[in-house]
């Protein structure tokens, strides 16, 4: 049996991690999580009882918790997703990105080290720290050009992706210095269930149910790659259990669009599942907002690494995996309408809407 630490696990990958990893053969989860406003305890319901998955509320900042919580449960292996996640929350407040991004990752690692160094040696050897991370450390691409490779130096633009950056690095250097057996992924946009409502995909589905404005950035050119929520916790799976040490894995779906191209193919699919009493397209409700600033024109990452090594492939489509998503958000308002009915602050996207 290998105990798996999952720090974020009540979060939106984080989760489809731990209900993933409880399904494995021979695999143990142990999911540590703050609950913050983006941890929801909702996403975990299908695997709560299950004698392979054990939670504890707790800081990734609280080094000593940390390190009991690994000694206590004999953890092999560490996954890091725990974060502030959200890019408009950072430009409107980046003191908690600093705090649990950056100090948290390092206060994490100094527990894995010190667990790490405890361990018998063939224990030792297996042991991994894995560091979830993203593409947008590398910052900004040409509309019509470049594609970001394990070997892309970093240019982080926002307080989210600077911190992310730091975390990236802090982590490389736990393995140079001092020895620590990590792995790193960094991953391109997901979607899927579960996801946070003020995030584009959930935000655009729920609110033209509302028949709310879809509010969308600029003129709506912005390129991002966007993967399966379940086919990256697949990826993240093949890096903890056969990546190797010291090594980063470019994670994506090869499926770039532009935000005006997603907004409009989730409008298609609820026109045609759902259709408006009006018999209008939900493509009338797209409002373009201003844009964010230090906005970024496109990502787009190689994943031919992951492919190559460690023989993992998307099994959705963006297609495939968008309409399976659509379809969850018109199946589950017993996990979204609780958020949605709360007032989140700070949500750039929902409230700056010139329609
Ligand atoms: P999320 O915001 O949905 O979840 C983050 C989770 O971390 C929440 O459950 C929250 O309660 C928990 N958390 C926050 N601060 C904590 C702390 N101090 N101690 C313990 N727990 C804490 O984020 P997500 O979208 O699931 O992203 C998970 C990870 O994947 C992050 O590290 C993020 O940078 C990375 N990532 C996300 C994407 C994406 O598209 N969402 C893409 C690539 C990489």
């Keep these: 049996m290998r105990t798996i630490m999952v720090t974020g696990g009540a979060g939106f990958i984080g989760s489809a991690v731990c209900r993933l990893l409880v399904g494995e053969p021979g695999v143990r989860v142990v999911n540590v999580d703050k609950l913050t406003y983006a941890g929801n305890l909702a996403s975990l319901r299908q695997i709560e009882g299950d004698e392979n998955y054990r939670f504890h509320q707790a800081d990734i900042c609280d080094e000593a918790a940390m390190l009991a919580i690994m000694r206590s449960q004999k953890v092999d292996a560490v996954m890091h997703l725990a974060a502030e ?22 206060r994490l690692l100094n527990a894995a080290l010190i667990y790490w160094r405890e361990l018998p040696s063939d224990k030792a050897e297996c042991f991994r720290f894995h560091h979830i991370s993203t593409d947008e ?29 730091a975390s ?55 390129v991002r790659d966007w993967l399966y929520v379940e086919d990256h916790a697949r990826a993240l799976f093949a890096v903890v259990t056969r990546g190797t040490p010291g090594q980063s894995y470019n994670v994506g779906g090869r499926a770039e669009r532009t935000n005006l191209a997603v907004v409009e193919t989730i409008c298609d699919i609820l026109d045609d599942k759902r259709p408006r009493a009006s018999g209008q397209s939900y493509r009338d409700l797209i409002a373009f907002v201003g844009d964010r600033p230090g906005h970024d024109r496109r990502y787009a990452i190689d994943p031919a690494k992951i492919g ?25 308002d017993w996990w979204w309408k609780p958020i949605r009915e709360k007032a989140y602050s700070g949500e750039r996207l929902g409230t700056n809407v010139k329609s």
């Design 168 to 222: 990236d690095h802090l982590v490389r250097a736990w393995h140079e210095t001092y020895g620590l057996p990590v792995v790193l992924s960094n991953c391109s946009n997901n979607y899927g269930p579960y996801h946070f409502p003020e995030k584009l995909i959930p935000l655009v589905v729920l609110n033209a149910l509302d028949e709310k404005p879809l509010p969308i950035y600029g003129a709506g050119a912005n």
């Design 137 to 165: 450390v590398f910052g900004d691409l040409p509309f019509d050009s470049g594609i970001f490779t394990e070997q892309t130096p970093y240019a982080p633009s926002s307080p989210y992706s600077a911190s992310k950056a």
């Design 85 to 106: 996640s959200h890019v408009d929350r950072s430009i409107d407040g980046p003191g908690a990105f600093i705090e649990t991004n950056i100090v948290g990752t390092y």
């Design 308 to 332: 190559r090594e460690l023989g993992w492939q998307p099994l959705e489509t963006f297609e495939t995996g968008l309409a399976r998503t659509v379809d969850w958000y018109l199946e589950n």
